[in-house]
């Protein structure tokens, strides 16, 4: 079987860093990601939200230089969540990141010169 998704999307707000008993990062990277369709005479628009899930340095990296509007490549493979809250089965898909790549900032009027550009990076870590 192959499962191997790649998106370029915003993130929503700034990433979120937590830590395994064992001492890894694991940090959630919410992005939305916007496609275009025509339907009929009609253009149409669509928003994905979804959340990327990245482990180690890298984790602490995304949290160190990402924050929310930045935009962001991810890619990694695709997983479904479940659980279970107040007696309803709940699901969510979710990205397990082995790469990330930071892309060029959104127009803010800041100059690229004041933006901090973060290591290359890459990392197959997954604790679990």
Not at 36 to 60: H, P, S
Not at 89 to 118: C, H, M, W, Y
């Amino acid at each position: 079987m192959f499962n191997r998704i790649i998106l370029i999307g915003n993130l929503t707000r700034d990433p979120e860093i937590r830590y395994t008993p064992s001492g890894v990062a694991v940090a959630t990277v919410p992005i939305a990601v916007n496609s275009r369709y025509k339907q009929g005479n009609e253009m149409r628009e669509e928003t994905l939200f979804i959340d990327a899930i990245v482990f180690g340095k890298q984790a602490e990296t995304c949290t160190q230089y990402l924050n929310k509007g930045r935009m962001v490549l991810v890619e990694g493979r695709l997983r479904e969540r479940r659980w279970e809250y107040e007696g309803q089965k709940k699901s969510k898909f979710e990205i397990i990141a082995t790469n990330v790549r930071f892309l060029s900032k959104r127009e803010t009027g800041e100059s690229a010169d004041s933006e901090q550009i973060p290591p290359e990076e890459f990392t197959d870590l997954e604790p679990f």
